[in-house]
């Protein structure tokens, strides 16, 4: 059922316009058909964010909800850690793994300040605080002499021979042109 008052702020600005502003509705009035596709958008996103799980399903739950907790994770714990080839405890491994992540992050920023205007991204934030990172276009490299000269070298070395005739030579060793069948008489080998 639908509500007889929306919270404007709860509906993304793309459709406030479909949503309160029918000309078919009164002035204020709510579309209900605009609102539940919209409704419906917006738990469709929810699911891809996994922001909102759907019980039961495989492709939508609560991915938290397989994972081994207590006496299940206790009895199977070593065994896990020994396959993963973990030695320490997991908290250690994981602040190991934050400790590593921050520290080429701060490199990151570091190298970014110190390219200055020729850094070839930037960082710019949207609003909702979210971190949109812009990367422009790279230029192509040069071939480099080594590389051409490998080219010219490699390709002096084959041989001048067509495919037929490569594909005669190789039969001629093994013979797997008889395994072929004739499309015509649907005899086995292709020389009949």
Request: charged residues 25%; negative net charge.
């Amino acid at each position: 059922m639908l509500p007889r008052e929306i919270d404007q702020k709860l509906v993304p600005p793309a459709w406030k316009k479909a949503v309160f502003s029918n000309p078919d509705l009164p002035p204020g009035a709510v579309d209900r058909d605009a609102y539940a596709v919209c409704v419906l958008e917006q738990l469709h996103k929810a699911l891809g964010r996994r922001d909102v799980f759907a019980s039961p399903s495989n492709r939508w739950a609560d991915p938290r909800a397989r994972l081994l907790d207590g006496a299940q994770w206790e009895a199977v714990q070593a065994d896990v850690l020994h396959g993963l080839s973990l030695e320490e405890p997991v908290a250690e491994h994981l602040a190991g793994r934050v400790r590593a992540l921050d520290a080429a992050w701060q490199l990151m920023a570091e190298r970014l300040e110190e390219a200055g205007q020729d850094a070839k991204l930037s960082f710019e934030v949207q609003p909702g605080g979210r971190l949109k990172l812009n990367v422009d276009w790279l230029g192509a490299l040069g071939e480099p002499k080594s590389l051409r000269w490998l080219r010219r070298t490699t390709a002096a070395m084959l041989p001048k021979i067509d495919l037929p005739d490569l594909l005669f030579e190789v039969d001629s060793w093994t013979g797997f042109l008889d395994a072929f069948v004739h499309l015509g008489t649907a005899a086995p080998g292709w020389r009949t």
